[in-house]
C-alpha cells in the first residue's frame, strides 16, 4: 500500500510564496511519475504540475507555469511545490498523486495513488 501525506498548505496573502511537500511510503513505491492537482471551491479538481521518476522533467499548467516549481529527492521520496506569486485565484485543496508510470503525467485518471490533500489560501 502507498501512502501519500502533504504538508505546508495555509493561509497567504497576494504574492506571497508557500512550499508544499509530498511523503511517500509503502513497499510497493518505487520511483513513479508524481504530481499535483488542485481543486477550488464549486470546480473539478485540475493539473497543476508533475515531474518524471529522474525529476528532471517537469510539466506546468499554463496558470501556474513560471510561478510554481516542483521538485524530487528521490533518496527521501519527497515531492515538492514550490509556490511563487501566490494570487487568490489559487485558493483550492492542493493533492499530491502518483502515478504507476515513470514519465510525466498529466492526466488525473492516470494516476493510482492520491494524498488526503492540504488547503492553501491566498487572501486579496
Known amino acids: 500500500q502507498v501512502q501519500l501525506i502533504e504538508s505546508g498548505g495555509g493561509l497567504v496573502q497576494t504574492g506571497d510564496s508557500l512550499r508544499l511537500s509530498c511523503v511517500a511510503s509503502?513497499?510497493?513505491?518505487?520511483?513513479?511519475?508524481m504530481g499535483w492537482f488542485r481543486q477550488a471551491p464549486g470546480k473539478e479538481r485540475e493539473f497543476v504540475a508533475a515531474i518524471d521518476w529522474s525529476g528532471v522533467n517537469p510539466a506546468y499548467a499554463d496558470s501556474v507555469q513560471g510561478r510554481f516549481i516542483i521538485s524530487r529527492d528521490k533518496a527521501k521520496n519527497i515531492v515538492n511545490l514550490q509556490m511563487n506569486s501566490l494570487k487568490p485565484e489559487d485558493t483550492a485543496v492542493y493533492y499530491c498523486a502518483g502515478a504507476r508510470s515513470q514519465e510525466v503525467v498529466v492526466v488525473e485518471g492516470d494516476m493510482a495513488y492520491w494524498g488526503q490533500g492540504t488547503l492553501v489560501t491566498v487572501s486579496s
Open positions: 509503502g513497499s510497493t513505491f518505487s520511483t513513479p511519475g
